[in-house]
């Protein structure tokens, strides 16, 4: 089956019509009707600021939805990928209590009893049946809210989008829930070619069984719709007949998803009518609203979303497309709807065995979704941003950027400031900010500056010095008249990187910016008494028991009480480096330094074994040692590890000395990371060049 002609802005329309659902829903999130009535009034437009929250936030619902979907690339793009598969993502991508998943403990959290499960070795989908978790355990609405990428990678393809939310639903649910998200699933799938309500759930009810509580559930609302005119009225009915009280559990799928059928029907095909429906309605309103928002805007376009303009209702603006999506492989850990768009439709493309969609030579940031701005805002001065059309060298669209003072247009590539960070680590915030940086030292920025009319412009990262203070480094200036290409090598002090960008006085535009190279930089903590929380250690993904700051000679001690640890960082950009780190093991069943890293189970590792051994391993899923050799190490002693990678090569030394080698071409990407197994080690500085 052919992608449909709009089908990339048709995704993006969906990613963003989620990503405003969540946003708009998660600060009352489990809020009934009546306080929200109470507090707030009908939910008409972001009301964040009046509980006294940030707009934009890391959630479990961005998180999981675009995290879990990329289990498809892990597994070949196969469209006939197995709830096991889908399973080993999970382990694969989780950090257990820290990432994308509410950590309530099993047989309170869905998500984290099947996470158990699959801890144990349960394959899916016995990981999530109510067999093994219970009937109410197993029909909690998780399964819904993370459906949303298995069918945007189905447009118009009914079949595909039921089986793979089926398949990827059971991994922790089961019956009602299951059910639940099928129904969704094929009707945003079904979206893309085709715009009636009714006909979508008249799709969707084929692939579920006719007695189920969700097909007696929508069959009452779509008959309540036709006798009811009043949407409130038939909210009321929907919690008399189906409500929280009806079921068990701490947010069970039936309720929520009779909220989200009486939002679509009393919507009157309206993005923004729907929306304050959905969110005053109550119940798990960022859940709900963000699947609701995806279905709007995969059937409606962008257009539906930005009717709301002609209201005063901006939807678009305030986000400028800035999402989180942390999980244990950094990659994506600040992201934006556009790359998560360009990841979704790559993949779709992939699975029909034509190329990915990379616009712009593959810029990181091309700006070629209507009005898109992939995260960037004016940060220093005064200025104006928008997205325009009609002066793009290679694509469609550019960035105009205008200021008539010195002013910075930029977007972020780590935590935006220390203050959010913080504020995301606070105890009543079940979702921290997980990330590491995705540019570094030693890597080259590109700009194509385009019709600047003689204004000067500058490259420029902003950075966070040793004692967290932000800090800025600047390119020579250019004059940009028809059109300047801008590169800037970024020094070796800037690290850890938080915003990279544009500084100009004048009027121009931005086609793309991009990075290229390899990093080349050194990590070491320098005074983790001052600074035990800095942005040096937040840079660092976490996937181990205990990440100490040391007080004296040690800059990293790791702790891992069972199973394997990784301490990460880097992105998928990396390819070819070397990974150098002196390794103390206090007492440890392997340590050592990985490469192409991409999650907790997909990497090369050089490993010191207490079986007196050195090995090289590829973990995918499983281990598989590609070289070993006797080598006799003791605790208490600290030994120099180095790992390169090249092309297809491996090759590791310990103390300068060559010792091992091997050759595998399954990770061809992937970040670095320190490696624990049992025990504890440590490291005073890590550094990674080019290799």
């Not at 800059?555 to 990784?566: A, F, P, T």
């Not at 281990?623 to 590791?652: I, N, Q």
Request: glycine letters at 10%; one cysteine or more.
């Amino acid at each position: 089956m052919e992608l449909p002609d709009d089908y990339g802005e048709r995704v993006y329309a969906g990613v963003v019509g989620k990503t405003v659902g969540v946003y708009l829903g998660r600060p009352f999130e489990g809020w009934p009707y009546e306080l929200i009535q109470k507090r707030l009034g009908d939910i008409e437009y972001y009301v964040h600021d009046k509980v006294g929250v940030p707009l934009l936030v890391t959630d479990d619902d961005i998180a999981g939805t675009f995290t879990f979907a990329r289990a498809m690339g892990d597994h070949g793009d196969n469209p006939d990928i197995s709830a096991a598969e889908i399973g080993e993502s999970w382990l694969n991508y989780l950090i257990e209590e820290r990432t994308i998943l509410w950590w309530g403990g099993l047989g309170n959290s869905t998500e984290h009893t099947a996470y158990l499960r699959l801890k144990k070795g349960i394959e899916a989908p016995a990981s999530g049946s109510a067999a093994l978790n219970s009937k109410i355990v197993s029909e909690q609405i998780g399964a819904q809210i993370f459906i949303d990428g298995w069918a945007m990678v189905s447009p118009g393809n009914a079949d595909q989008a039921a089986r793979l939310a089926e398949r990827a639903a059971s991994v922790s649910h089961d019956g009602e829930a299951v059910y639940g998200a099928v129904v969704l699933a094929v009707m945003e799938a079904m979206a893309f070619v085709e715009s009636d309500i009714h006909r979508l759930l008249d799709t969707a009810l084929g692939y579920i069984p006719a007695d189920s509580v969700i097909r007696r559930l929508i069959d009452d609302l779509r008959s309540w719709r036709v006798a009811e005119s009043d949407w409130r009225a038939a909210r009321e009915r929907l919690a008399a007949s189906y409500g929280y009280d009806k079921y068990g559990g701490n947010c069970h799928m039936v309720p929520n998803h009779g909220l989200i059928i009486l939002a679509l029907l009393y919507g009157d095909d309206d993005f923004s009518e729907t929306m304050k429906i959905i969110n005053t309605s109550g119940w798990d309103t960022d859940c709900n609203s963000g699947n609701v928002g995806c279905l709007m805007g995969i059937k409606n376009g962008l257009a539906g979303i930005d009717a709301g303009l002609e209201r005063g209702l901006d939807w678009r603006g305030p986000l400028a497309d800035r999402i989180y999506v942390p999980s244990a492989d950094p990659s994506w850990g600040i992201s934006d709807c556009v790359l998560e768009s360009q990841e979704i439709i790559s993949t779709a493309r992939r699975m029909r065995g034509e190329a990915p969609w990379l616009p712009k030579d593959g810029a990181q940031f091309h700006f070629e979704m209507p009005g898109s701005r992939q995260g960037f805002t004016v940060t220093g001065g005064e200025g104006e941003i928008e997205n325009v059309t009609g002066v793009s060298l290679t694509g469609q669209h550019s960035l105009r950027l205008g200021a008539k003072d010195a002013a910075r247009f930029g977007t972020p590539v780590f935590a935006p400031s220390k203050a959010f960070a913080e504020w995301t680590e606070n105890p009543n915030n079940p979702y921290p900010l997980i990330a590491s940086p995705r540019v570094y030292p030693g890597q080259t920025l590109r700009a194509q500056l385009l019709d600047g009319g003689g204004a000067e412009a500058r490259l420029y990262v902003a950075y966070y010095d040793q004692d967290d203070e932000p800090c800025f480094a600047y390119s020579d200036p250019v004059v940009v008249n028809e059109q300047s290409q801008v590169s800037f090598d970024i020094p070796a002090v800037a690290h850890p990187v938080y915003e990279i960008g544009v500084e100009t006085a004048g009027d121009l535009h931005l086609d793309s910016l991009s990075w290229q190279g390899e990093p080349d930089f050194v990590s070491a903590r320098s005074n983790p008494r001052k600074h035990p929380q800095s942005m040096l250690r937040r840079s660092w993904v976490n996937g181990v028991d205990e990440f100490v700051a040391m007080p004296w000679v040690e800059g990293y001690r790791l702790v891992q009480n069972e199973g394997r640890g990784l301490l990460i960082q880097g992105t998928r950009d990396w390819r070819d480096v070397t990974v150098s780190a002196d390794v103390l093991s206090h007492m440890a069943t392997s340590s050592g330094v990985a490469v192409r890293v991409q999650g907790m189970r997909r990497f090369y590792a050089l490993q010191l074994h207490r079986d007196g051994e050195a090995r090289i391993v590829k973990v995918v899923g499983g281990e598989t040692v590609l070289a070993r050799c006797r080598f006799d190490w003791e605790f208490g002693e600290t030994y120099e590890l180095t790992l390169a990678v090249k092309g297809d090569t491996l090759k590791a030394s310990i103390n300068g000395d060559n010792l091992l080698h091997a050759t595998d071409a399954e990770l061809g990407c992937g970040g670095m990371a320190l490696v624990i197994e049992e025990g504890s080690t440590a490291t005073r500085r890590v550094r990674v060049t080019p290799s």
